[in-house]
């Protein structure tokens, strides 16, 4: 199985700030790889797809870029109602993995 | 707008049974592959397993954790998914999520049940 990694586990930060989210699998998934966005009691929401394309709906201050086994989620300025957890998946092979979750959290 | 609506969660005992249906409306049910994900209380999701449509073979994989236990099922005459889960164990406890497939190229779930709370304990 692939084994995908987060980094960080949390972060805090305060509304304007960029936040950088890694993923990392353990082998080459080229760009299948998909971001989540799961708030408490809530079930998860996709922002991107195939490691870069923005979901239909999703504010633009989201974007996805990596290849191969390096990706990075990116809130160019951080909201209110971004603070959640994310989580990566790939989709390259079967079973389709998820990273453990980066919570985001107000400083 | 597609609407996921789980129901059939509940309280069983270690070594029990249960089925979650998790009935789909607004969109072309027959030709979605469909995932379910579950996520422990307080941890990660885990994908579960998936079942293409059955015009891409109705074929279904599996998590190695349910791999034999679980099943998935789908009735697309009444636009419906299913997950019979056997054998069930106390780590299986958790919430349990149906999912649609964006699409069958990149594999992202754009669309979500509520989520259907299964208790595993004696």
């Given at each position: 199985?692939?084994?995908?990694?987060?980094?960080?586990?949390?972060?805090?930060?305060?509304?304007?700030?960029?936040?950088?989210?890694?993923?990392?699998?353990?082998?080459?998934?080229?760009?299948?790889l998909?971001?989540?966005?799961?708030?408490?009691g809530r079930?998860?929401k996709?922002?991107i797809?195939?490691?870069?394309?923005?979901?239909?709906?999703?504010p633009?201050?989201?974007?996805g870029?990596?290849?191969?086994?390096?990706?990075?989620?990116?809130?160019?300025?951080?909201?209110?109602?971004?603070?959640?957890?994310?989580?990566?998946q790939q989709?390259?092979?079967?079973?389709?993995?998820?990273?453990?979750g980066?919570?985001?959290?107000?400083? | 707008?597609?609407?996921?609506?789980e129901?059939?969660?509940?309280?069983?005992?270690?070594?029990?049974?249960?089925r979650?249906?998790c009935?789909?409306?607004?969109?072309?049910?027959?030709?979605?592959?469909?995932n379910w994900?579950?996520?422990?209380?307080g941890?990660?999701?885990?994908?579960?397993?998936?079942?293409?449509?059955?015009?891409?073979?109705?074929?279904?994989?599996?998590?190695?954790?349910?791999?034999?236990?679980?099943t998935?099922?789908?009735?697309?005459?009444?636009?419906?998914?299913?997950?019979?889960?056997?054998?069930?164990?106390?780590?299986?406890?958790?919430?349990?999520?149906?999912?649609?497939?964006?699409?069958p190229y990149?594999?992202?779930?754009?669309?979500?049940?509520q989520?259907?709370?299964?208790?595993?304990s004696s």
């Open positions: 199985d692939i084994q995908m990694t987060q980094s960080p586990s949390s972060l805090s930060a305060s509304v304007g700030d960029r936040v950088t989210i890694t993923c990392r699998a353990s082998q080459s998934i080229d760009r299948f998909i971001w989540y966005q799961q708030k408490p079930a998860p996709l922002l797809h195939a490691a870069t394309s923005l979901q239909s709906g999703v633009s201050r989201f974007s870029s990596g290849s191969g086994t390096d990706f990075t989620l990116t809130i160019s300025s951080l909201q209110p109602e971004d603070f959640a957890t994310y989580y990566c989709t390259y092979s079967i079973p389709h993995t998820f990273g453990q980066t919570k985001v959290e107000i400083k | 707008e597609v609407q996921l609506v129901s059939g969660g509940g309280l069983v005992k270690p070594g029990g049974s249960l979650l249906s009935a789909a409306s607004g969109s072309t049910f027959s030709v979605d592959w469909m994900v579950r996520q422990a209380p941890k990660g999701l885990e994908w579960v397993g998936r079942i293409k449509s059955t015009g891409g073979g109705g074929t279904t994989d599996y998590a190695a954790p349910v791999k034999g236990r679980f998935i099922s789908r009735d697309d005459s009444i636009e419906t998914l299913y997950l019979q889960m056997n054998s069930l164990k106390i780590e299986d406890t958790a919430v349990y999520y149906c999912a649609k497939v964006r699409d990149t594999f992202g779930l754009d669309y979500w049940g989520g259907a709370l299964v208790t595993v």
